[in-house]
Structure formats: C-alpha cells, structure tokens
C-alpha cells in the first residue's frame, strides 16, 4: 500500500529509484505499522489454533516458557557476537552495490525520525513478531505436518529469502544473516522456547542499531 502512495506521488517518466525514494519518507508510519500488522496476523493465526488443537500439540508449536536465565543470555550473547562479527567484516570488505540500496537499508543510514523508526522496528517490533513468525507457527506448524527437519529447512529458507533485499548484493550480510537464521532456529529446536530466539534476534539488531549511527547518509 504505502509503495502503490509513493508511486502516485511519483511524476509520469520518474528517475530510477524515485518510487523507494517517495516510500522512504513514509517509512516512519509504514516501518512500525507493517510489522505491527504481521504481529496482529500471527495473534490471530495462534488463537485459531488454540481452539481447534489439542493443548499439547498448540504449546508444542508455540512454547508458553520463556526459557531459563541461562538460556536467555547465551541467545543474547550469541546474536550479538554475531552482530558485531558481520560489522567488522563489512569494515574490511568493500561494498559495490549493482543497484539502489533496499528502503530498509537507506532507513538506517538517515538521520531522523526515518532512522528512529528502523530502530523501533528492528528492536522491540521485528524480534518478538518475526520470531514468533517464523520460529514459532511457521516452523512450528510444518514440523507438526512434515517434521523438524523440514520444518528447520523451509521456516528458514523463507526468512532468509524475505529478507534478501539487505543481503542481494553483499555476502557478508547474506552469510551474517543466513547465520542468524541457523543460530535462532538452532535455539528454537535445542531450548523448545522463543525466549532465547528472540534475546538473539534482537541483540544481533542491537549490534547493527548501534552502527548505523556511525554510517553516513551514503555509508554501506
């Protein structure tokens, strides 16, 4: 919705990347309102599971614990290793985008209440949601049907491939989050908890909230 607003702002011929300019100054309200309304979706995806499964099978695919303390800090500890490995490598590899970098990326990079709103996002929107997403009904949901592995293996390809617009045209931040995605589903599978998924969901965007701040409008 918001791309089909800023493609109408746009003129009649407009210059390559006009339309992602125009949905950059709306990321402020569309950023925090997407995510929300993937959470809402998902709320309500679990609630009509949890009337028609059996308890043990709905708390199987959506784990009422938390986690222990132990738990909850080896996934804080690993998502921000992770975080802070992929910012020292791009410090030491050169990035040469073949197009325009993805709105998400330019909304980091600029001062603001365009940053801001990526920060809200990224920190206290995207790791409870999308965990609970894709850690949670998704992987949860085909494991029940097609088991853990295959479970692991498309909750994880998906993820990994929605989030490609970051990634597309620079592998260590293909390989930084194709890690994060082993890493959160590994803690999922290994803890039968969303705590420590989303402890490293959001230490790992922590790590890159807090260098974004260090970019230039025109930085990596």
Known sequence: MGAVVASAGAPPHPAKGAAAGGLLHLTPVL????????????????YRWAKRLDGAIF??????????????????????????????LSSFVPHHPTHPPSV?????????????????????????????????????GLAQ????????????????????????????????????TLLVTLLRVRTRTLGACITAHFAYNLVLALAAFGFSPHGA
Do not use: C, K, N
């Open 145 to 180: 049907t097609w088991g853990w592995p295959a479970g692991m293996l498309l909750s994880g390809a998906t993820f990994w491939g929605l989030h490609a617009s970051e990634w597309l045209d620079y592998w260590p931040a293909a390989a930084a989050l194709g890690t994060l």
């Open 31 to 46: 950023l925090p309102t997407s995510e929300a309304a993937g959470g809402l979706t998902v709320l309500l995806v679990l």
């Open 104 to 140: 998400l990326v330019q909304a980091a990079s600029l001062p603001g209440p365009t940053r801001w709103a990526w920060v809200v996002s990224a920190l206290l929107l995207a790791p409870p949601i999308e965990e609970a997403m894709f850690r949670g009904a998704f992987l949860g």
């Open 59 to 88: 708390l199987d695919i959506v784990p009422a614990r938390w986690g222990t303390v132990r738990q909850l800090l080896l996934g804080g500890v690993a998502g921000a290793a992770l975080g802070l490995a992929f910012v020292l």
